[in-house]
T-cell receptor
Framework: NAGVTQTPKFRVLKTGQSMTLLCAQDMNHEYMYWYRQDPGMGLRLIHYSVGEGTTAKGEVPDGYNVSRLKKQNFLLGLESAAPSQTSVYFC?????????????FGQGTRLTVV | AQTVTQSQPEMSVQEAETVTLSCTYDTSESNYYLFWYKQPPSRQMILVIRQEAYKQQNATENRFSVNFQKAAKSFSLKISDSQLGDTAMYFCAFMRGFGNEKLTFGTGTRLTIIP
């Protein structure tokens, strides 16, 4: 059982380039999230989804777009990367009922924008 | 909006000792959940313990226990008989009880266990 898988694990981009981070979960979870982790700031929510075909903005959505065309996948896009987007990105998923309170995380993607 | 505050950026303790990590939160909700996540150097986020706000009894998981003070909006984590493998970043997190279930994290406490 793979859980939550993020692709890629590491990436270096030049300013202005675009890229897509892929998150895949095999637990049939309704909720999926994208966070970024920066030193001294904890994890901040970028975008999230409460089900297939839905997305919503989180705390720091500017410069990012997301899509959830399939229930198991949640894509995070950077259209024009900036050095301020250098960070570690985490995807997470969670079941949709109140009994499933635990969020499961991917292993993270370290992105450097130069 | 909910906020989670961890006022101890770094802590260190000798192996086998007990250490307590602090967390406070602010919310107007009555139904919610609180969590402690551990992030070792591997970067993987691991759930350590969770607490339902409607439960008065403090949650425990082996060497890990919490002190949940609902009126004071305080949620501290106690690690007993600390081990070298407990060295990690620890994040306190909050989640509303129903609908729009986003996790809000604190800024973390870096805990180092000294041999």
């Amino acid at each position: 059982n793979a859980g939550v898988t993020q692709t890629p694990k590491f990436r270096v981009l030049k300013t202005g380039q675009s890229m897509t981070l892929l998150c895949a979960q095999d637990m049939n979870h309704e909720y999926m999230y994208w966070y970024r982790q920066d030193p001294g700031m904890g994890l901040r929510l970028i975008h999230y989804s409460v089900g297939e075909g839905t997305t919503a903005k989180g705390e720091v959505p500017d410069g990012y777009n997301v899509s959830r065309l399939k229930k198991q996948n949640f894509l995070l896009g950077l259209e024009s990367a900036a050095p301020s987007q250098t960070s570690v990105y985490f995807c997470a998923s969670k079941g949709g009922d109140l009994m499933n309170t635990e969020a499961f995380f991917g292993q993270g993607t370290r992105l450097t924008v130069v | 909006a909910q906020t989670v505050t961890q006022s101890q950026p770094e802590m260190s303790v000798q192996e086998a000792e007990t250490v307590t990590l602090s967390c406070t939160y602010d919310t107007s909700e009555s139904n919610y959940y609180l969590f402690w996540y551990k992030q070792p150097p591997s970067r993987q986020m691991i759930l350590v313990i969770r607490q339902e706000a409607y439960k008065q009894q403090n949650a425990t998981e082996n060497r890990f226990s919490v002190n949940f003070q609902k009126a004071a909006k305080s949620f501290s984590l106690k690690i007993s008989d600390s081990q070298l493998g407990d060295t990690a970043m620890y994040f306190c997190a909050f989640m509303r009880g129903f609908g729009n279930e986003k996790l809000t994290f604190g800024t973390g406490t870096r805990l180092t266990i000294i041999p």
